[in-house]
């Protein structure tokens, strides 16, 4: 039978299932419990559940006052406010102290939707990469969501996790392995690589990789998981492979996945490289398909830009 659960939904029931056993495990909520999906944890673990309101830069303060007493605890807010809100006290309070503190962005990128501009934060991942020593991720699917999390557990520093709430995909079979810091290859392929994070634009790479097929283009999709630390040797490996690699992301491409992947490579294996994603805009009001055309992050933009590259690798 097909999993039906949203995304939040998986990220709650981790969280309740691992609590059961681990006594360390919290979760803080800005006036978001039932956005993100935590009452269900909330009612079982009263006492391990903090809402503190709509006070971001709170959360995270008492988030890693939790942390420095040896909880592991798991804020989360809307990326805008994880991000933008909170960025000094995640940075100086949390990371810059070497604490074990786990930030979650709901809704990244496009996924705001009828939110509209001032929540539909693009920048995140640019403001985040720029953190010492942080660790950023974004499952793509169900499967993804709950090994991560799992994984974050016993992490040795902090985490910041994109996670869209809604939906969500059945990609990989329960028995797929995942490790922070090492993305997993979804498809093989020898004309041209597709590197692709969280469920939007991996969506949208699968069927790209469809209408490549149909036109004998045989393409290889990465799901890089992990934005930082980059899994280099992979990057490295396909670049060998297939000469030619699109990158895909709902965030800004600048200081975003695509730029770590140009960054790497212009010091390793110099490769055609286009990158899918915000390009210096805001966000706005609309629906997910209607965003995905408007901020080409859509499958028939990563078809144009696989080609793009593989001409320019021919030339």
Known sequence: ?????????????????????????????????????????????????????????????IACGLASMGKRPYAATFTAFAARKAYDQFFVSGNYSGLRVNLIGTDPGITAELNGGTHMCFEDVTMMRAVPELTIIEPCDRRSLEALVRESIDYDGSIYLRLQRKGGLSLYDEDETFRIGKGNVVRDGDDVTIIAVGMVLMEEALKAIEMLSAEGISAALIDMHTIKPLDGDLVEQYARKTGAIVSCENAQVMGGLGAAIAEHLSETVPTPLCRIGSRDQFGQVGDLDYLKGTYAMDAASIVAGAKSVIARRRG
């Open 1 to 61: 039978m097909a999993d039906e659960r949203d995304m939040r939904e998986i990220y709650a029931r981790t969280l309740l299932e691992a609590a059961e056993t681990d006594d360390r495990i919290c979760v803080l909520e800005a006036d978001l419990m039932k956005a993100t999906g935590t009452p269900v944890f909330a009612d079982r673990f009263p006492e391990r559940a903090f809402n503190v309101g709509v006070a971001e830069a709170n959360l995270v303060g």
